[in-house]
């Protein structure tokens, strides 16, 4: 079974740092793109960052650009967003999901399945 | 401001069937493959439709997806109350370079 797990959230104050992870499992990790995707609380779905199989394409949302960084371990099975900069509004359940093309490049939007999330707060 | 654009809110009742729409342009809808995500409240969004009209693993066929121009549809029948939930299109971008998503809309089932 494919499962995806993250950790890393919590309340933080604005202008810090915070690093989120995913444990991936249930599949061969570097056969597939993995991205960040959140949710501010009441609020829609928003795409955060993407990387192909073996880091060497990365995307990023605007909101993000310059701030935030993903980066995998595929020896760990584990995907990060190292986020920096903080602001109030990167207030969001954040979610790992496993991109659902195979071959581990960018292009889509289809992501299957996810994890169930990590809370970060910012806030003074 | 979403990408694409969905309508906030549709119902009906058990039985019926209801449509949700999800608008977009040439550089995403136009020329890219369309996913719908259900995500029932306090859980992770699920991929319900993949490819415009491929439905995912264990996705009854009461669910259907189409394209047509710069817009996509999501068509559900036979209303079940276990069909309450948000649903989201998306879709990838070529202008922005990344994947975005409609608003979502609220079904509700009455």
């Known amino acids: 079974e494919v499962q995806l797990v993250e950790s890393g959230g919590g309340l933080v104050q604005p202008g810090r740092s915070l690093r989120l992870s995913c444990a991936a499992s249930g599949f061969t990790f570097d056969d597939y793109a993995m991205h960040w995707v959140r949710q501010a609380p009441g609020k829609g779905l928003e795409w955060v960052s993407g990387?192909?199989?073996?880091?060497?394409?990365?995307g990023y949302a605007d909101s993000v650009k310059g701030r935030f960084t993903i980066s995998r371990d595929n020896a760990k099975n584990s995907l990060y967003l190292q986020m920096t900069s903080l602001r109030a509004e990167d207030t969001a359940l954040y979610y790992c999901a496993k991109d659902v093309n195979y071959g581990g490049t960018l292009g889509v939007a289809g992501f299957d399945p996810w994890g169930q999330g990590t809370l970060v707060t910012v806030s003074s | 401001q979403s990408v694409l654009t969905q309508p906030p809110s549709a119902s009906g009742t058990p039985g019926q069937s209801v449509t949700i729409s999800c608008s977009g342009s040439g550089s995403n809808i136009g020329s890219h493959y369309v996913y719908w995500y259900q995500q029932i409240s306090g859980t992770a969004p699920k991929l319900l439709i993949y490819r415009i009209n491929q439905r995912s693993s264990g996705v009854p066929d009461r669910f259907s997806g189409s394209r047509s121009g710069t817009s996509a549809s999501l068509a559900i029948s036979g209303l079940r109350s276990e069909d309450e939930a948000d649903y989201f299109c998306a879709a990838w971008d070529d202008s922005l370079s990344g994947p975005v998503f409609g608003g979502g809309t609220k079904l509700s089932v009455l």
């Open positions: 990387i192909n199989w073996n880091g060497g394409s990365t």
